[in-house]
């Protein structure tokens, strides 16, 4: 019997996860998927964003904005990819001024800080390859660009160092409720739990609607998205959005940590929860509507394509509470943008409301830190040095296009919630995330996975489940 | 810090030929330095045959082509060194190096030979539309399973590109046991040699199909069919002419590119028509020293002229190291490729400084019958080459001469290009 089960192991689940581990709860945290970060926290903008687009007085708003201050610390305490290389709304006619100025009113009125805006000339100097039609733009100097793998992997390993377990591949089917405790029933059996926290980002509709009447409807939202090559580094030095004007909402360009560009997200309400797919329209309009922002964007440098499934509940609102008809059933829900911004203060908040249901009180000893795995690239020679003569495997690069080595593909496979499969790699160490997607280096991770997991290489799969790579030996069938 | 001659990077066939020469041409300081297992490169994943055809007049598989060299290469007594990354090359040619027995290294070198050879472009570059499950692999990943490793990659396959590794590829899953269901090609011609969609689709009944792509991938874990679609002349789709495939695997041989992260780091000027370095007639690139020979120079059709440009690196790079670079009163000469050639290398030739012969090689952008590969110097046509065809998949080379140019007095310019009979 656990305190609380959180289902869902996307950063919304892991945020609550961590902020759950400071207090005396027995914490599970059950995942359909094989890995953490495997729905719309993998595929998304990967932004901090400041918190001038939410409603004034939304919860919305007041997560994004804490959201985003805790970035800074939190990046250092548990050691993932955050840089606060600040955003721009650009406006391309004059005549939207009073729309631009509105959105900084709001950003104000939510708590933002220095807040501007810049005309052209400025906006020119800050980013040289703006597209010509700027005339000016709302500049926020606190949004920033964040891991979100990284990010969402350093919680869930956080709480796991702090004593929450992880079950993967488990789908839950039903609940019930037994003298008063949840009885959570699964593809692999049944688990009891005091608290629910409902994080399943677009099927938490699903899971809301198994426990009460007032119904909820998420509706995936596809954002598809195209990933430039890191020679396009630099090309734009803030993340970059347009003001929606007549010519409706445009896409995002954006620098990422690891020193891509990312251009994208277009918005299409879909049906179906899995339907990850890009399509050929999709791509069209986000390369198309990149032009408004940016001139000359390389578009030949692009080295993947991916879409998202944003949660997104009718009244764009977080949803994030105790269910009326539902006791100690906590929803986590509607998290779509700004989430992956606000996950560290929903965490805090949601681990808040539980805590009080549970009287429960801290730990002594929550670790509050975590050590990611160590990226020799960051390293001084020296270091670099002392670290390959300790472990040969550092010496060892494995993924040419990211320079990842055999040292760092050890560590994301052994260390808790390690990798399982080549994709959990890719997240955890960016080995295929390159300009070869994987061309090179699969076969030589899929190596390395099944001898530190002491696994046939037929059963390495792409991201779990039937993803095998391997369907057999040459000549089986013959 | 280690001190060598000439450095080469990449124990590929670029590599392993461009050592020898530089060896048999007098210099004794040579370090190569492969990033894998072991010498020989792509070859060792090639295991059909039809290698060596111009340089041996046999016909050889890639790894006993490779081993041609390698044995050479130990004959000289040449030093290699495996599993080594080189992590960044200055222009003053200072070679830092990853392995795991000396960790972080760096190598002082006289003249560096760029021969890293390519990659195939990926699914994300082509912008294929659909899931991305398991069982979307490039043609040359998946030869590296079946080849090199004995895995099977998939059952029941399709092919888009119809590139040599692809047709290979074709070839190859056929008779390991899979069934390859269709090769389709987005151009209105194969980008592959011709011998190859002989031997390997039509001896095996695989269709063809030109001005075709795929347009979805289905299958969310593992790929369960593809939608193929013919395409127009701007390479859209055509609504209506969608084609299910069920199959379980798709290959994706759409070009390669040459690799050249590190040449671009250390300010070497770029060809956007090869994506490989811009060399002169002995194969240097625009920073002294730095030569370049192979796949990461332009992609080649054949290994054999791989082979044969990588002498020509090797002899030019020696003799930068034993003379120094040869003092030139005649300029650097451009050459210019137009009217059906898309580029040539090397791009200048200075009279002075080239070899009694200096072959020029190109590749045309459309499929071209009964014409001619023709030279014009100064307006004047020199050469007229006659072609019974040209494709885009196969290289063209033609020879111009140092009497030749000599002759010409003050050359402007020469043009490559391809005239109608």
């Known amino acids: 019997m656990y305190d609380v089960i959180v289902i869902g192991a996307g950063v919304s689940g892991s945020a609550s996860a961590r902020e759950l581990s400071r207090y005396n709860l027995n914490t599970l945290v059950l995942e359909r998927d094989e890995d953490v970060c495997c729905g719309t926290s993998k595929a998304n903008s990967a932004i901090a964003h400041a918190g001038f687009d939410a409603e004034v007085g939304s919860l919305m708003a007041k997560l994004n904005v804490e959201g985003n201050l805790m970035m800074d610390e939190l990046s250092k305490d548990l050691d993932f990819s955050f840089k606060r290389i600040g955003s721009l709304v650009v406006c391309m006619n004059e005549r939207d001024r009073g729309a631009l100025e509105d959105l900084m009113a709001r950003g104000v009125a939510n708590g933002v800080q220095d807040l501007r805006i810049v005309e052209r000339k400025e906006l020119e100097e800050m980013e040289p390859n703006i597209s010509n039609e700027a005339v000016m733009a709302l500049f926020a100097p606190t949004g920033g660009i964040v891991c979100p793998f990284d990010l969402n992997l350093a919680m869930a390993e956080n709480a796991v160092d702090n004593g929450v377990k992880f079950q993967f591949d488990t789908q839950v089917t039903g609940f019930r409720k037994e003298n008063d405790l949840w009885v959570v029933e699964t593809n692999k059996g049944e688990l009891t739990a005091k608290y629910i926290v409902n994080a399943a980002g677009v099927f938490a509709d699903t899971l809301h609607n198994m426990v009460s009447e007032n119904k909820m409807k998420i509706t995936p939202r596809k954002g598809e998205y195209c990933l430039l090559d890191k020679t396009t580094g630099g090309f734009v030095n803030h993340t970059i959005f347009q003001l929606p004007d007549k010519m409706g909402k445009g896409v995002l360009v954006t620098p990422t940590v690891h020193g891509n560009t990312l251009v994208g997200p277009t918005s299409l309400d879909i049906e179906d929860k899995e339907a990850t797919s890009t399509t050929q329209d999709g791509l069209d309009t986000v390369i198309a509507k990149s032009s408004r922002t940016v001139k000359n964007l390389p578009m030949r440098q692009v080295i993947t394509s991916f879409s998202g499934l944003r949660a997104h509940e009718a009244g764009h609102e977080f949803i994030i509470g105790e269910v009326a008809d539902a006791k100690n059933f906590i929803d986590c829900a509607g998290i779509e943008s700004p989430g992956l911004t606000s996950a560290p203060a929903i965490g805090k908040m949601v681990a808040g409301i539980v805590a009080e249901l549970a009287n429960a009180e801290l730990k002594s000893d929550f670790i509050g830190t975590r050590v990611g795995i160590i990226d020799p690239k960051k390293l001084t020679k020296a270091e670099q040095m002392a670290l390959i003569q300790e472990k040969p495997a550092y010496g060892n690069i494995i993924c040419r296009c990211e320079m990842v080595t055999e040292g760092e593909i050890i560590d994301a496979i052994t260390r808790p919630l390690g990798a399982k499969s080549l994709d959990g790699v890719k997240r955890r160490t960016r080995s295929g995330m390159g300009r070869c997607q994987g061309g090179f280096c699969a076969p030589r991770v899929m190596e390395i996975i099944s001898r530190e997991k002491n696994m046939d290489i037929a059963e390495v799969t792409k991201s779990g489940g039937n993803s095998k790579l391997i369907v057999g030996v040459n000549k089986d069938t013959i | ?421």
């Open chain 2, 1 to 421: 810090m280690l001190h060598y001659d000439i450095v080469i990077i990449g124990g590929g066939p670029a590599g392993l030929a461009a050592a020898v020469s530089a060896k048999q041409s007098g210099v004794e300081s040579i370090l190569v330095l492969e990033r894998d297992k072991e010498l020989g490169g792509i070859l060792n994943q090639c295991i059909h045959n039809g290698f060596g055809l111009h340089t041996f007049k046999e016909e050889l598989t890639g790894p006993e082509y490779a081993q041609r060299f390698i044995d050479q290469l130990l004959e000289e007594k040449i030093e290699y060194k495996l599993h080594t990354m080189v992590m960044d090359i200055t222009s003053d040619k200072v070679i830092t190096a990853m392995n795991r027995e000396e960790g972080l290294f760096e190598i002082e070198a006289k003249t560096v030979i760029l021969a890293m050879g390519c990659r195939e472009r990926s699914r994300g570059a082509l912008n294929i539309p659909g899931y991305r499950p398991a069982g979307v692999f490039s043609a040359g990943t998946a030869q590296r399973l079946v080849n090199m490793e004995g895995y099977m990659p998939g059952r029941e396959v399709v092919i888009l590109g119809s590139g040599d590794i692809g047709l290979i590829m074709a070839r190859r899953m056929t008779l390991e046991g899979a069934k390859v269901k269709v090769v389709a090609e987005l151009l209105p011609y194969s980008g592959g040699l011709k011998r190859n969609i002989v031997q390997c689709l039509d001896d095996f009944d695989i269709p063809l199909k030109l001005s075709h792509t795929v347009i979805a991938v289905e299958g969310k874990e593992r790929v369960e069919g593809i939608t193929l679609a013919q395409v127009d002349a701007n390479r859209r789709p055509i609504p209506g002419t969608e084609e299910h495939y069920k199959c379980d695997t798709l290959l994706l041989s759409c070009g390669l590119i040459p690799e050249n992260e590190l040449s671009r780091g250390l300010g070497i000027d770029m060809d956007m028509v090869t994506s490989g370095p811009i060399v002169n007639e002995s194969l240097e690139t625009n920073v002294e020293g730095i030569f370049a020979c192979g796949n990461v120079l332009h992609v080649h059709d054949l290994v054999d002229f791989v082979s044969e440009e990588a002498v020509a690196a090797g002899r030019n790079a020696a003799k930068f190291v034993l003379e120094g670079k040869k003092e030139a009163t005649s300029k650097d000469i451009p050459l210019v490729a137009t009217e059906g050639a898309r580029y040539t290398v090397p791009k200048t030739i200075n009279v002075d400084r080239m070899e009694e012969k200096q072959i020029v090689r190109f590749r045309v952008g459309d499929v071209y019958k009964n014409c001619y590969s023709s030279v014009y110097i100064n307006g004047e046509r020199v050469l007229h080459k006659k072609r019974i065809i040209m494709a885009p998949g196969e290289m063209e080379e033609v020879i111009l001469t140092k009497e030749l140019l000599s002759s010409k007095g003050d050359i402007q310019e020469i043009v490559v290009k391809v005239e109608e009979a």
